[in-house]
């Protein structure tokens, strides 16, 4: 026995069609009311308001959810989520030229207080072998001067040394060294 053609309002609801089955029938929903939106046990249209362009969708015969689809205005347009992303990558963009310019200039500034550093120990070393050759200069004329008991050359070549001598020692030590060679 047809079901479906023995009693044409067997199916309930409004958009329901019957199908026969072996010994049964069954109702479903018309192919245009087969999709998420409508309830399957009764076709009707999913009843949530949703907001923001969402769309209504029936989880099961009786529960349902609003979601936003791929390409519905829930999310935003495409030209603003483009925006946003143009937005994004610029700010990225600009953050990392930033961090590399800073990078870069303390690089920069590393290398140029090492060679600073490395020009004045040199510039110290110069100063020093200066003042310890002046001092032996001295030394050696005072040597000279008392073997042969203070003549003028020897008294011309130690103003001479301490002329040279001023420039890297106090007056103290100069003075010092007069004092010695008098004695």
Same mark, same amino acid.
């Given at each position: 026995?047809?079901?479906?053609?023995?009693?044409?309002?067997?199916?309930?609801?409004?958009?329901?069609?019957?199908?026969?089955?072996?010994?049964?029938?069954?109702?479903?929903?018309?192919?245009?009311?087969?999709?998420?939106?409508?309830?399957?046990?009764?076709?009707?249209?999913?009843?949530?308001?949703?907001?923001?362009?969402?769309?209504?969708?029936?989880?099961?015969?009786?529960?349902?959810?609003?979601?936003?689809?791929?390409?519905?205005?829930?999310?935003?347009?495409?030209?603003?989520?483009?925006?946003?992303?143009?937005?994004?990558?610029?700010?990225?963009?600009?953050?990392?030229?930033?961090?590399?310019?800073?990078?870069?200039?303390?690089?920069?500034?590393?290398?140029?207080?090492?060679?600073?550093?490395?020009? &004045?120990?040199?510039?110290? @070393?110069? $100063? !020093?072998?200066?003042?310890? /050759?002046?001092? =032996? +200069? #001295?030394?050696?004329?005072?040597?000279?001067?008392?073997?042969?008991?203070?003549?003028?050359?020897?008294? &011309?070549?130690?103003?001479? @040394?301490? $002329? !040279?001598?001023?420039?890297? /020692?106090?007056? =103290? +030590? #100069?003075?010092?060294?007069?004092?010695?060679?008098?004695?």
């Amino acid at each position: 026995i047809d079901e479906c053609k023995a009693n044409p309002s067997i199916c309930p609801f409004p958009h329901q069609e019957c199908i026969n089955t072996l010994g049964s029938y069954r109702c479903q929903c018309e192919e245009s009311r087969r999709n998420g939106s409508y309830y399957s046990h009764n076709c009707t249209k999913c009843s949530l308001e949703c907001e923001d362009g969402k769309t209504c969708i029936v989880h099961n015969r009786t529960s349902a959810f609003c979601l936003c689809l791929p390409g519905s205005d829930c999310l935003g347009t495409v030209k603003h989520r483009g925006l946003f992303t143009v937005t994004a990558g610029i700010i990225i963009g600009c953050a990392a030229a930033a961090i590399a310019i800073i990078s870069i200039l303390f690089f920069c500034y590393l290398k140029w207080k090492n060679k600073r550093g490395e020009a &004045e120990e040199q510039k110290w @070393l110069e $100063e !020093n072998e200066n003042e310890n /050759k002046a001092a =032996e +200069d #001295i030394e050696k004329c005072m040597v000279d001067t008392s073997k042969s008991k203070t003549d003028e050359k020897s008294i &011309e070549d130690i103003s001479k @040394l301490q $002329e !040279n001598y001023v420039k890297e /020692k106090s007056m =103290e +030590d #100069i003075n010092q060294v007069q004092l010695s060679l008098i004695k």
